[in-house]
C-alpha cells in the first residue's frame, strides 16, 4: 500500500514525472475536450511555462495534454481528486489536496501551484497567467481571485465575509469564496504544517491562514465562468455552511485578528473585467415581510445573542416604510459580532443559532437593494466601502464582547 | 365491674405509655439524625458551593446547552442544583439511620421497596428529562425552518411538535412505572390524536401561506413574478 497521498498506480504515474514550473489542478475538467481547452490556455498564457496538469481520472488521455509547442512542456496527471466545490475548503479534503499537490510539487520541484475550480470552457489564457505570475515573478504566497460581478451577486461575501475577513485580518481582499486561487511551495506545506495542530472538521479559509503565518497576499483579476443562478436554493444552508466555518475560524485564530488593528488594500494582477451592469428586477418586499416574521417569532434565540439595544433598533426596523427600510451599517456590524460570539460560546445549537440569522441577513439585502437599485456598479461599490469601514469601526466592540463575553452588556 | 373496668383502663394505659416509652428513644434518635443530617448537608452544600464558584462552574456549564435544562429542573443555576442534591442526600441518609434506630426492620423494608422501584423510578425520570430537551430541541427546529420558510403559523406549528414529544414522553414515562394501565393509554391516544388533528386543520384550512410559498411564489426571494432571480448569494 503506498504511504504517499496516491494509490500505487497512481504514485506510480508520479514517481516518472519531469520537472516543471507549475502544477494546475482543474477539478472539473472531466472531459477530452476539457482538457485540450485547457492544455490551449496554459500555452496561450505562457509558452515557456513546464506545467502538470492534475485532473480527474475520469478521462485519460494524455495526448489530449501532454506535446510541445515552442518549448512549453504540458504533463497530465489523472487522479482521485477530492470533491472541492469552492472556498472555504473542507479540512479533510484540504488536506487530501494539499497533501497530492506538495507530492507532485516535490517530485516536479515545482515553484506554484494553482487551483483552477472554473469549468473548463470558461477558463481563459489570461485567468491561467494571472494566477500563476504573481507567484513565479513577484513571489507572493497565496493570490486570491477578484471576480467582477454584478452588484446582487455574491450577497453572503458582500454583507459579511469580506467586511468580516478585512475588519479582522486586515487585508481587502474580496475573493474569499472563489473559485480560482495560486498558491506557493511555503502556502501548501505550511496549511498542514504538523504543529499547527489542526484537527478534523471544520474548513480552511486560506486568507487567514496566510495572515497567521505571514506570508504574503495578494489578488488577480479573473474572469472566471460563474455557475447559473441558484434556483430553489436554500439560502439558510447557505449561510449557514459559510458563516459556520468562518466563525469557527474565527476561534481559531482569536490572538491573531485581535491584535490587528485598521486594513490596507493588496497587490491586485491583471485587468478588470467589465462587470455585468444589467438592470434586474427587485422585491425588497418578501424579504422585509421575512424579517418582521423572523422578529415576531424568533425573539427567544436572537435575545440569547443579541443585546437589548439591538432588539430595540430591530424593532423600530420593523416598522419602516418599505422606501425607508435601511439596515444601519454599525447595527449589521454588530449583529455579525453579537452572532459570533453567540457561535463561540454556544449559548444554543450552532446550527440553530446561524439558520436563525437568516431574516436578519434578508433585512440586509433589502436594505442594500433598496439603497442601491437604481444606483451603478461604482457606487454600489462605494456603499459596501462604507460597510466595510462601520466593521473596522466595531471592531473594538467584538474584542471587548470576546474578551468578557459575561461583563459587557451595552 | 367497676374495679374491672378501672383495672382494665390502668392495664390498657401502662400498655401504652411502656410502648411510647419503649418508642420514644427511637423517635428522639431519629429526630436527632435528622437535625444532625440537615447541619451536615447544609455545611457539605456550603463548602460544595464555595469550591464551585471557585471553578466558575455555572459559566462552564451555562455553555453547554444549561438553558435548555433550567426550566424544567426548576433551578436557577447548576450550582444551586448541586447543592440542593447534596443537601436533600444527606438529609435522606440522616432518616434512614434514624429509621433503623426507631425500627431495624423498617430499614430493610424500605430499602427492599426503593430499591425494587429505583430502577424503574431512575428511567422513567430519564425520559421525562430525555423527551423535554427533545421536544424543545424539535419545536424550536421547526420554528426556525417554518420562519424561514415565511409560514406564517410557524410558532404554531412548532409549539404542536413540542406537545406532541411532551404528551409522547409522559405517557411512556407513565407506561414504564405501570402507572394508569389502559386509562393512560387511552389518554395519551385522544390528547396525541387532538393534538394530531389540531395541527392538520391548522395547516389545512391556512394553507394559503404553504401553497403560496411553493407553488406560486418566486424561487428566490426578491424575485419578481415571471422574473429570473435577481441574486446569488454566493
Known sequence: MSPGPFPSETQAQVDRLEAADVVVVVPRCGTVEGLRATAEAIRAAAPDLRAVVVHPNTVDDADAVRGSTGTTTLQALPCRLPAVSGLPLPTEDARILFDQLAAVGRQVGAKSYVFAGAVPEGMSSATIQALVHPVIDAQFDLVLPSYARHKFDGLINRSV????????????????????????????????????????????????????????????????????????????????????????????????????????????????????????AVDASTMVESFQLGFRNLQEIWNRVLPPATLVELGRLTRAPLDRFRLPDALWARIVFDFALGHRLRSISRDHLLRAMTPLYLAWVASFVIEVGEDDHAAAQNRLERLCLSYETEKPYLIARWRWPDRFNP | MWSRVEEALNQSATNVVTEAAGLLPGVIALVASLVLAALVGWLLAFLLRLTLRALDFDRRVSTRGWSDLAPWIGAASPTLLLTRLVTWGVIFIGFLIGLAALDPTLTSQLANRLFGSAINLAMALILLVVGNVLARFLSRSVLISLVNMNVRQARLLSLGVKWLVLILSFAMALDYLGIGGRIVELAFGILFGGVVLALALAVGLRSKDIADWSLSRPQDEGQQEGGPPPFRHL
Open chain 1, 161 to 280: 465575509v469580506y467586511p468580516l475577513t478585512r475588519a479582522l485580518f486586515g487585508k481587502r481582499v474580496t475573493g474569499q469564496l472563489g473559485i480560482d486561487f495560486g498558491l506557493s511551495t511555503r502556502m501548501v506545506s505550511g496549511v498542514f504544517d504538523r504543529r499547527n495542530g489542526r484537527g478534523p472538521g471544520g474548513s480552511i479559509w486560506l486568507l487567514t491562514e496566510a495572515v497567521e503565518r505571514n506570508l504574503q497576499v495578494c489578488e488577480a483579476h479573473v474572469s472566471a465562468f460563474l455557475p447559473p443562478f441558484e434556483t430553489g436554493g436554500d439560502v439558510s444552508a447557505a449561510l449557514a455552511r459559510v458563516l459556520g466555518s468562518l466563525f469557527e475560524d474565527m476561534e481559531r485564530h482569536a490572538p491573531t485578528w485581535q491584535r490587528v488593528r485598521g486594513s490596507q488594500p493588496v497587490r491586485i494582477f491583471g485587468e478588470p473585467g467589465a462587470a455585468a451592469d444589467e438592470s434586474r
